[in-house]
């Protein structure tokens, strides 16, 4: 019997889960936590090292002052999502990479998400409906 629910692409899932991820981080800018700002300032110094760049030659092509970089890299400055993503661009890594507790081993989520990229349109109608019996059933 086909399945009358919609097969969500595994961009959509990924692109959803980017989002997530995002909102995360927002949140905790918000949080000014300076933990969070040494632990993302320490990701960001290493993927510079491991671009083989300066300090003064990722301010010069972010358009910004090497203490600008230095700042970000200590935790003393936050950064903004905007310079979070043009240094991703930059040093050639995805942004979420710098996210503290989002790199290293995937989460149940990605592991999921890959998971469900590799299934066949039946694998994934499969699933979907078996999510929707699932829920169904937890909110009795």
């Not at 700042?71 to 890594?93: F, K, P, Q």
């Not at 994934?124 to 078996?130: D, E, G, P, T, V």
Request: charged content about 20%; some cysteine; proline content about 5%.
């Amino acid at each position: 019997m086909p399945s009358s629910l919609p097969l969500v692409d595994s961009e959509s899932l990924l692109s959803r889960h980017a989002f997530f991820v995002w909102l995360g981080y927002a949140a905790r800018m918000q949080q000014r936590d300076p933990q969070f700002h040494i632990e993302l300032g320490a990701r960001l110094k290493d993927a510079r090292i491991h671009k083989q760049m300066t300090m003064q030659a990722a301010a010069d092509a972010l358009g910004c002052a090497k203490s600008a970089v230095g700042h970000w890299e200590t935790g003393r400055n936050a950064v903004s999502v905007v310079d979070l993503l043009r240094l991703a661009a930059l040093y050639g890594v995805p942004p979420e990479q710098f996210i503290p507790g989002s790199a290293g081993q995937p989460t149940m989520d990605e592991q999921f998400i890959q998971a469900y990229a590799q299934l066949d349109e039946a694998g994934k109608a499969a699933m979907l409906a078996f999510m929707s019996t699932y829920n169904a059933t937890r909110a009795k």
